[in-house]
């Protein structure tokens, strides 16, 4: 079974940045693609970014296209999130999850999700 545990959320001003990390236990990293979703108050689970299992492989949403890079450390069982120029419209709790067989756009392609992490964005 593999666990996630995210880290590094925060209260941070429009314009700042934060990385927030995803630790996997219990299995190899490597065998998973890892994805970033976000929810906000009132809304529906989204995708933010993906990789895939080696991490040659990424997608971003739209509204965080070049400001957000996500990234795979096989070796140390951890995947990041950098988010730079935050806006309070990406206030939400982010959340990483990973699958062993594809490389999903929905929340329910991934089998394994992490707790959460606040990311609130002030103006």
């Known amino acids: 079974q593999l666990q996630l545990v995210e880290s590094g959320g925060g209260l941070v001003q429009a314009g700042g940045s934060l990385r927030l990390s995803c630790a996997a236990s219990?299995?190899?990293?490597?065998?998973?693609?890892m994805g970033w979703f976000r929810q906000a108050a009132g809304k529906e689970r989204e995708l933010v970014a993906h990789i895939s299992w080696a991490g040659g492989s990424t997608y971003y949403a739209d509204s965080v296209k070049g400001r957000f890079t996500i990234s795979k450390d096989n070796a140390k069982n951890t995947g990041y999130l950098q988010m730079n120029s935050l806006k309070p419209e990406d206030t939400a709790v982010y959340y990483c999850a990973a699958d062993a067989r594809r490389l999903g756009s929905k929340a329910n392609e991934y089998a394994y999700w992490g707790q959460g992490t606040q990311v609130t964005v002030s103006s």
């Open positions: 219990g299995r190899t990293f490597s065998s998973y693609t």
